[in-house]
């Protein structure tokens, strides 16, 4: 490999939220979503250059910025975007917020598909909108959509919206075309918009595509809001920069106003320049970057299948957090982190973080060396290996 994945970068007293969040220096931490590999080199000679000019003035997003947007998406995943049709802001969160707040009025309900991302519930909450929980369903180790009951959910009158995870986090599904075609149907024919958080469309392994949902067609183009960032990608989180894009110029116009009166409508300069540097010359970095997530997860199936035959791991389509089925150990998922924590010093997340439909389940960041996976596996295997 050209770039080296395997090296140990101590992140500690770096005030990184992942490892500086812990209450000692033994603690592994394995939850929070970012990796522990350097960004591509590209991203950081774009910041040197940036940094090397010292003058850090109020930023006007260039031309480059959305030709890099526009340009990426075309070429990864088949998806034309329009300029006039991105917004920016700081994150995919507060991305969300403001598009659920644009899209509804307090005591409206907003739809997710559980166990999801935990701050889908904090939006909602924050919005004032009621939370309604479409379950996935769970069958011999694999996630599938309960479209009977999306059916039901979407035809109550206050449900205005489904809060979208494609590809999905917890569960790592990467839902086909078909798939979400029948979302979008089912959507449209209750007038409930689609608001769909693609933040993982990049980390997609080799076997599955990511169709963008409003790709698919004009209708779902302009029933749809969709949310992206180079956050997760290029270990980005940090720098804080998100894209939204809507089709529809009255939902983009409520959107647009949402954010300026959240004053969350600018984006910093060194956003700017990693955006533009992620899209235009990270692609190589990117593909080695998959390569080594997902022998990371073939490491740990045959770890788990040697060691732990009872945690069960579906399948791992995308991203790089791996949802454990601990459940035939008999424990809650919050003693079974709190165990992990206490006894082992791993830090996992809970799976009842996201939905009770993540009872016995705990998620595991496995973009890190594997040096520290092995670790972190090590860990969970002294403590509940008979």
């Not at 812990?22 to 929070?32: F, K, N, Q, R, S």
């Not at 031309?63 to 049709?85: C, L, M, N």
């Not at 389509?317 to 454990?324: D, G, I, Q």
Request: hydrophobic letters at 40%; glycine letters at 4%; aromatic letters at 10%.
């Amino acid at each position: 490999m050209k770039y080296n994945f395997d090296e140990i970068i101590p992140r500690r007293n770096t005030n990184s939220y992942k490892w500086d969040s812990a209450t000692g220096d033994e603690v592994l931490p394995m939850w929070v979503a970012d990796m522990d590999f350097r960004t591509a080199p590209s991203i950081i000679e774009a910041f040197v250059r940036r940094a090397q000019h010292g003058i850090f003035g109020y930023t006007k997003v260039p031309a480059a910025y959305y030709d890099a947007v526009k340009g990426w998406f075309e070429r990864r995943h088949d998806f034309t975007i329009q300029k006039d049709r991105i917004l920016f802001t700081t994150g995919v969160v507060p991305a969300l917020s403001a598009v659920i707040k644009a899209l509804t009025v307090p005591g409206d309900r907003v739809i997710v598909q559980t166990p999801v991302y935990n701050c889908f519930f904090s939006s909602i909450r924050n919005d004032q909108c009621e939370m309604t929980a479409n379950e996935l369903i769970y069958k011999d180790g694999f996630y599938s959509i309960d479209f009977d009951d999306l059916e039901k959910k979407t035809s109550d009158p206050k449900a205005k919206v489904l809060l979208q995870c494609s590809p999905h986090n917890p569960v790592g599904r990467v839902w086909t075309k078909e798939e979400l075609s029948r979302i979008g149907e089912i959507c449209l024919r209750n007038h409930v918009v689609v608001v769909s958080d693609e933040i993982h469309c990049d980390l997609v392994y080799a076997g599955h595509t990511h169709t963008p949902f409003a790709s698919i067609s004009e209708e779902f183009l302009k029933n749809s809001v969709t949310c992206t960032a180079p956050s997760k990608t290029f270990n980005l989180a940090g720098i804080q920069v998100a894209n939204i894009i809507a089709a529809d110029e009255e939902i983009r116009r409520k959107i647009d106003k949402v954010l300026n009166v959240n004053e969350v409508c600018e984006i910093n300069a060194f956003a700017v320049e990693a955006v533009i540097a992620a899209y235009n010359e990270g692609e190589e970095w990117l593909e080695e970057l998959k390569t080594y997530l997902f022998d990371n997860y073939i490491y740990l199936k045959e770890f788990m299948k040697t060691e732990l035959p009872s945690v069960r791991i579906p399948p791992l389509e995308a991203t790089y957090l791996v949802w454990m089925d601990f459940s035939a150990t008999g424990q809650s998922s919050e003693v079974i982190a709190e165990n992990l924590l206490k006894k082992e010093n791993l830090w996992v997340n809970e799976g009842t973080m996201y939905g009770q439909s993540g009872e016995g389940f705990i998620r595991l960041n496995i973009a890190c060396p594997r040096q520290l996976l092995k670790e972190g596996l090590n860990k969970m295997k002294s403590l509940y290996k008979c």
